[in-house]
């Protein structure tokens, strides 16, 4: 156990200090001949572990599809238009709002040939590609396949090909912080899941299934032992049971269905629909119409192995606690299960340890200081309203996943201001509870509200009352990822467009960007104008597909006082590295730095990035003077909104001075 613990906390806490301008696909190549006009290509693509790439057949408005280009095709062969694919998973993108198809540890694709010119030598590929963790990547590969010796290789560009045959893609190069914006929001996953299990193994404390069993317990460890240290010694094992029984359940959970399997779950019509119909019988039963128990014989099993004594008879006591306070427990670990396995990795194991960590730790502490149960509140009617508050809870999370189902199908039966309605009702009824206003099936009668049911009633009444404004557009930060997003809504715009219009004027070159914000497109005439306006630049790294861009300027630019710096004292240059814009031919250059042939808009500010600034993941932002120079360190994927208004304040600042 204390393994455990130590390897989970290492885990939490690890950060890497070491990074590289980025493609998390590694590619083997090969080429066959089939007949004397037939060709085959195969590619094998081994993705790094939490990356996800996308098929030629991913919708359009979400992450950017895999393309083929073949390049010197013209008069030489023909071929389908697209290759062949393994299979793909597929789930639904809450920002972008539509499916996207993936794959996540390895793809391959496979395209037939037919050569028309008999005297053709080589095929020419360049693959085009996008991967997505935290941030997102655009990716260019070139291949040549001989088809006099049938062999492939990978190149920088093909026009370097013939002068560096045996050229390889080493654009490896230093880029700190995208690596630790990525490892630092992972981190910041798996302890949001621990602190949330943590909580709901609390509240499991405090139900009637559970809290009347912990001074029995820690009596009977403390009558059976012949000594105090022995009364000590078996609570902190009948704690630590509990700990693995539940760990082991996460464990399980990880194992069985894997890191993506409840993901891609998560985001099915069909589990979703179910997954609501179960919480809502969960939160009937929270809330007094029937009692959800596991088989009795299950429990008197288990309650014959515990007589045995010593450590499996403790140990067994600890498994009779997991089946007994099922009716109370169960709702909570099914929830927090499948919240933990639909982030993949090792979350469910580190749900179940927050969990069983606040089951477990009343039981080994009593069992150490016996005297403090005389402290502890009786049993009584309190322990029921817990329950009732629960089911509430339950019911209110329900239909968060029967919105899921609604926007994957957008079919916009249930849009925003429809969802909050409900919220708004269930949270209502709930203050209304607490005020004592009505009495479920188990509760006794409220003759007076104690000081601590009160606060929680005033408590509960202030979120519902919060709630009220989004029904005419607020944003409500505060549930974020909850409700349907402010474009899934009868009113996109607020209430008579309350959420405000255009900009009735823009500078030449410029236009409205996200959260009203003047935004140019170009670097140079952006430079030009910030220098004519004498303010900072924030430079702005970003793409069309890349969700986390979205998730900065709607949750972090879209805050009071970052939008008001962000529209008064920089000017904004967004520059998106896969704008699929071909270049005049003019402009068009193989770039210096990676070999490869810069033919589009995109491709043009994806070199400016790995060559200036040494990365190539977005979103990726850098204050600069108007010479071009650093004001301060760049940073990446910057959710809390304070860090980030922080680095943009040192920024301004050191333009000022």
Request: glycine residues 8%; charged residues 20%; hydrophobic residues 45%.
């Amino acid at each position: 156990m204390k393994k455990l613990l130590s390897f989970l906390l290492l885990l939490l806490a690890f950060f890497s200090a070491s990074a590289q301008v980025q493609d998390p696909v590694k590619w083997k190549s090969k080429i066959e001949k089939i007949s004397d006009t037939e060709y085959k290509i195969t590619l094998n693509g081994t993705i790094e572990e939490g990356w996800h790439m996308y098929s030629q057949n991913t919708p359009e408005g979400g992450a950017l599809a895999t393309e083929f280009n073949y390049k010197n095709a013209d008069g030489n062969y023909t071929f389908s238009p697209k290759a062949t694919e393994s299979e793909y998973k597929k789930a639904y993108n809450d920002i972008f709002e539509l499916d996207e198809y993936f794959w996540a540890d390895n793809v391959e694709f496979t395209h037939n040939l037919t050569i028309t010119n008999p005297d053709l030598k080589e095929v020419q590929l360049n693959l085009f590609y996008q991967t997505c963790i935290d941030v997102c990547i655009s990716n260019d590969k070139f291949f040549l396949f001989d088809l006099k010796n049938l062999s492939s290789k990978e190149v920088k560009n093909f026009e370097a090909a013939s002068t560096s045959p045996d050229s390889k893609d080493d654009t490896q190069i230093d880029n700190t912080n995208e690596e630790k914006s990525v490892k630092k929001s992972e981190t910041r996953g798996l302890w949001t899941i621990f602190f949330l299990s943590f909580l709901g193994g609390f509240a499991a404390l405090l139900t009637p299934c559970v809290f009347p069993m912990l001074p029995m317990t820690v009596s009977f460890f403390t009558k059976q032992s012949k000594s105090k240290a022995k009364g000590v010694k078996n609570g902190l094992i009948y704690g630590l049971s509990i700990i693995v029984i539940y760990v082991v359940l996460g464990l399980a959970v990880t194992k069985i269905f894997g890191a993506d399997a409840l993901n891609e779950l998560s985001t099915s019509v069909w589990f979703n629909v179910i997954f609501f119909a179960i919480l809502v019988v969960f939160a009937s039963s929270f809330l007094g119409a029937f009692e959800i128990m596991l088989p009795n014989s299950w429990a008197n099993k288990v309650d014959k192995q515990a007589d045995r004594g010593g450590l499996i008879g403790i140990f067994f006591m600890a498994l009779a606690l997991a089946i007994v306070s099922f009716s109370c427990t169960g709702p909570i670990v099914g929830t927090l299960l499948v919240e933990a396995a639909s982030k993949g990795g090792i979350a469910p194991l580190v749900g179940m340890f927050g969990f069983s960590l606040a089951l477990a730790l009343p039981f080994m502490l009593f069992a150490m200081f016996p005297g403090w149960l005389n402290t502890m509140p009786r049993s009584g009617g309190w322990m029921n309203t817990v329950k009732v508050s629960l089911g509430f809870l339950e019911l209110a999370l329900a239909f968060k996943f029967l919105s899921n189902a609604d926007l994957v199908l957008q079919s916009h039966y249930l849009e925003r201001e429809l969802f909050l309605t409900i919220w708004i009702v269930i949270f209502g009824a709930w203050a209304m509870y607490l005020f004592g206003k009505f009495l479920l099936p188990h509760d006794s009668k409220v003759e007076k509200l104690s000081v601590g049911r009160l606060f929680f009633a005033l408590l509960v009444s202030i979120f519902t009352i919060y709630l009220i404004p989004g029904l005419w557009g607020a944003p409500l930060k505060l549930i974020s990822g909850f409700p349907p997003p402010l474009t899934y809504a009868e009113s996109p715009y607020g209430v008579g467009n309350s959420r405000g219009g255009s900009i009735s004027e823009l500078p030449v070159g410029a236009k409205e960007g996200p959260n009203g914000i003047v935004a140019f497109l170009d670097y140079d005439k952006g430079m030009a104008y910030a220098k004519e306006q004498n303010k900072p630049v924030l430079l702005d790294f970003t793409g069309h597909a890349c969700v986390n861009c979205r998730k900065m300027e709607e949750h972090v630019w879209s805050e009071i006082d970052v939008l008001a710096k962000l529209q008064n004292d920089v000017v904004l240059i967004s520059l998106y590295v896969d704008d699929k814009a071909p270049l005049p031919e003019s402009e068009q250059y193989v770039s210096k730095t990676t070999g490869k042939k810069i033919e589009t808009i995109g491709n043009k500010w994806s070199d400016f990035q790995i060559e200036k600034y040494q990365a190539n993941a977005q979103p990726y932002y850098i204050i600069l003077d108007n010479e071009g120079n650093n004001l301060n360190e760049p940073v990446g994927y910057t959710p809390d909104k304070d860090e980030y208004l922080t680095w943009l304040t040192e920024g301004i600042t050191k333009y000022k001075n």
